[in-house]
Nanobody, 124 residues
Framework: QVQLVESGGGLVQPGGSLRLSCAAS????????IGWFRQAPGKEREGVSC?????????YDADSVKGRFTISRDNAKNTVYLQMNSLKPEDTAVYYC????????????????WGKGTLVTVSS
């Protein structure tokens, strides 16, 4: 059974950092594009970052997080991370990781598997 589990969320002050983890079971993450998405209260879900399958390795970031967030993967741990630095109050949201269901995918387009999310709150 395919499962994605996020962790690492919490309360952080503006300017602080957090690292989110997305641990997979039931499939091998490195064969798929993995994305981080977020949904703030009262807003639609938006894409944050995407990492292509390991054969490509490209990463893509939303303009709102470029230079502050970094997506990476540890294939040995079957885990994808989102390092978030210089956090702002507008980064407050539930963060989800998701996997594109096409093996060998290099873009986060058809996200077939989703985790349940982890809450990030940026506030003083």
């Amino acid at each position: 059974q395919v499962q994605l589990v996020e962790s690492g969320g919490g309360l952080v002050q503006p300017g602080g950092s957090l690292r989110l983890s997305c641990a997979a079971s039931g499939f091998t993450l490195d064969n798929y594009a993995i994305g981080w998405f977020r949904q703030a209260p009262g807003k639609e879900r938006e894409g944050v970052s995407c990492i292509a399958s390991s054969s490509d390795g490209s990463t893509y970031d939303a303009d709102s997080v470029k230079g502050r967030f970094t997506i990476s993967r540890d294939n040995a741990k079957n885990t994808v991370y989102l390092q978030m630095n210089s956090l702002k109050p507008e980064d407050t949201a539930v963060y989800y990781c998701a996997a594109d269901g096409r093996e060998g995918s290099n873009y986060c387009l058809t996200m077939d598997y989703w985790g349940k999310g982890t809450l990030v709150t940026v506030s003083s």
